[in-house]
């Protein structure tokens, strides 16, 4: 019998005694099931279609086609994530069960044309695939969600804050609509990243193809890709696609951060503008008082995940072309734990805003109480005084330190205190009436006025929220279209099976 193995024993091509003298260590074994992760059901699937294409392209005898086809139904009867973790073999299980089955004759002809580098690239490219759609649908769940709360909200004055500081009023519902740009532009990057993930390696082999005449478009057809990618090196050796799925996610999980540290800020009892409902909230083992967010706090560790991720991809890619093989397996890791990640907090999210308990009152006193309408009345002062904007700004800002020095609030403010810091800047009263002063100064009417366009007034919101809805049901189509897409591949794929089998 020489070097070949008992097929009903047959434990893969690396043996001792073939072109290696001993046995690898088993620390270094690297075609292990258990280490496929979220790909062992696309390299299942790419067997499938491999099986189907030679045998249809008569590169191999119809019925050892056929039955290889008929033992691979066989195994998903029994299982197949059980099966293939039994007969190990890693990206080679299906090949590994094949042989013990039917022998080296029949299951020894399925790697025909095949390499472990388009196995490893289809199934990561499947794996990834379906990970964008579980994300982009995600994403647009949450989209909707805060597009109607914004509406709900156009009206609910807020104070606007940035370096940490009172800034300008605005609103509820355009903080909430500011969210749902950045969550499409998320989709857009995604989107785009799809577009090229969905492209089939399967046939490259390892960098040339095969000399075999493999029908690549029809690989492609059967796996739900909507094309062959149109070079056989490119397709195996070039893997900027992970370095930009990593970048998209970490930019994700930095915009998701963001809004969990938004949230936890509102929630504090120095803000106290929302209540996050208490299923997403933990209290402290001494402190009774406590109500602590947990699930913003996980938003926010997304962000150390997904960028973690994306500094292991690049790292892992740095190399010449060719020598990343073994270390993707780390890249790997790191996306199948932050895309079903990413997926879980989106969803927390969504149900966060969706539940969040406003403190309307709460924040519209914050609004008018910290000189955050105070450009208004420099405004004031240029249309009514016929002022340039400087010099109103610089008179306000005195007025603005007499109310921290005094003790008074914006609403305090009368022609008498706006005249003096005129008359401390240029020697000169302005005689302001207070009327005009006090609709400068009230928060509603701040927001009211700023009518242009992405402005955070009701009207401008809502003119806008209109476009943001027209966007994300075109982004909804797209989605519907790309599930179909990869459903219809995989119904096709069996529809061959059928064909060539028979009905189960």
């Not at 938003?299 to 993707?328: H, N, P, Q």
């Not at 997926?343 to 969504?350: E, G, S």
């Not at 109310?403 to 000169?428: C, I, N, Q, S, W």
């Not at 927001?447 to 806008?464: D, H, M």
């Amino acid at each position: 019998m020489g070097r070949k193995q008992d097929s009903r024993k047959y434990r893969g091509f690396r043996t001792a005694g073939i072109r290696l003298s001993e046995e690898l260590l088993p620390h270094l074994v690297s075609h292990r099931t258990e280490r496929l992760g979220d790909i062992l059901w696309a390299v299942h699937e790419f067997d499938k279609a491999h099986i189907v294409m030679l045998t249809e392209e008569d590169l191999i005898p119809r019925a050892d086609g056929v039955a290889m086809l008929r033992a691979l139904r066989v195994m998903e009867a029994k299982g197949m994530e059980k099966t293939r973790h039994e007969v190990q073999g890693g990206l080679h299980s299906g090949e590994q069960y094949l042989i013990r089955a039917l022998g080296e004759e029949a299951g020894g002809r399925m790697h025909l044309g095949r390499s472990s580098g388009d196995l490893d690239e289809v199934g990561r490219r499947m794996a990834v695939r379906k990970h964008l759609l579980d994300l982009l649908a995600s994403l647009n769940a949450f989209r909707r969600t805060l597009l109607r709360r914004a509406d709900e909200h156009a009206e609910t004055v807020m104070p606007g804050y940035t370096q940490g500081q009172h800034a300008q009023p605005t609103t509820l519902g355009h903080w909430l609509s500011m969210w749902a740009l950045a969550m499409e532009r998320n989709f857009d990057r995604l989107r785009s990243l799809y577009g090229r993930v969905n492209l089939s390696p399967a046939g490259a082999a390892i960098m040339t193809g095969s000399d075999f005449t493999l029908n690549r478009k029809r690989l492609a057809e059967l796996l739900g890709f909507a094309d062959a990618l149109p070079h056989t090196m490119d397709a195996i050796l070039s893997h900027d696609l992970e370095m930009e799925a990593a970048s998209t996610l970490a930019i994700l999980g930095t915009d998701m951060a963001r809004l969990g540290m938004d949230l936890m800020q509102f929630t504090s009892s120095e803000f106290d503008m929302i209540d996050v409902p208490d299923r997403f909230c933990g209290t402290s083992s001494i402190m009774m008082q406590k109500k602590n967010p947990y699930a913003p706090q996980e938003m926010k560790a997304l962000a150390a995940e997904a960028v973690g991720g994306a500094m292991t991809a690049f790292f892992v890619e740095k190399d010449a072309s060719g020598t990343a093989i073994l270390e993707r397996r780390r890249t790997e890791r790191a996306f199948w734990a932050v895309f079903p990640m990413a997926v879980r907090r989106l969803k927390d999210a969504n149900d966060i805003i969706a539940a969040v308990a406003v403190k309307k009152r709460r924040m519209t006193w914050l609004a008018a109480a910290f000189w955050g309408q105070a450009a208004d009345l420099a405004g004031a002062l240029v249309r009514e005084r016929g002022l340039p904007w400087r010099s109103a700004h610089q008179i306000v800002g005195i007025l603005v330190r007499y109310g921290h020095e005094r003790g008074f609030m914006p609403h305090d403010t009368t022609p008498e205190l706006l005249d003096e810091a005129a008359v401390e800047y240029m020697d000169k009263k302005l005689r302001l009436p207070r009327a005009v002063i006090t609709a400068a100064l009230d928060p509603a009417q701040c927001v009211r006025r700023r009518t242009l366009f992405g402005g955070p007034s009701a009207k401008a919101a809502r003119r806008e929220l209109k476009l943001f809805l027209k966007t994300l049901s075109r982004d909804e189509i797209f989605l519907k279209s790309a599930v179909a897409g990869v459903e219809n591949g995989r119904a096709g794929l069996e529809k061959a099976i059928d064909a060539l089998v028979g009905k189960r």
